[in-house]
């Protein structure tokens, strides 16, 4: 059974950093496309950040420069570095597992930028 679970959510000021982790059971997050996705209130869930199996990575315009994807293939984790934060990031943070023929969810962890 795959299960995914995220944490490293909390309250910060806008500037500052967090970093999530993901940890995956089930899975080898090293082959398969891993995702970090946000849904901010009243907004639609967002994809945020992707890394490929390959390690290639790609990001939403509003993130780029500021978050970083990445993953631990000897704890089977993936990483969501952010950095310079602002309150429109505010958000549910969520991690996906891309498994091909359907994908796997996380319970996700609360971000939450703010002065």
């Known amino acids: 059974q795959v299960q995914l679970v995220e944490s490293g959510g909390g309250l910060v000021q806008p500037g500052g950093s967090l970093r999530l982790s993901c940890v995956a059971s089930?899975?080898?997050?090293?082959?398969?496309?891993m995702n970090w996705y946000r849904r901010a209130p009243g907004k639609q869930r967002e994809l945020v950040a992707r890394?490929?199996?390959?390690?290639?990575?790609n990001y939403a315009d509003s993130v780029k420069g500021r978050f970083t994807i990445s993953r631990d293939n000897a704890k089977n984790t993936v990483y969501l570095q952010m950095n310079s934060l602002k309150p429109e990031d505010t958000a549910v943070y969520y991690c996906?597992?891309?498994?091909?023929?359907?994908?796997?969810w996380g319970q996700g962890t609360q971000v939450t930028v703010s002065s």
């Open positions: 996906n597992a891309d498994l091909g023929l359907g994908s796997r």
């Open positions: 089930g899975i080898i997050v090293g082959n398969y496309a």
């Open positions: 890394i490929a199996a390959s390690g290639a990575t």
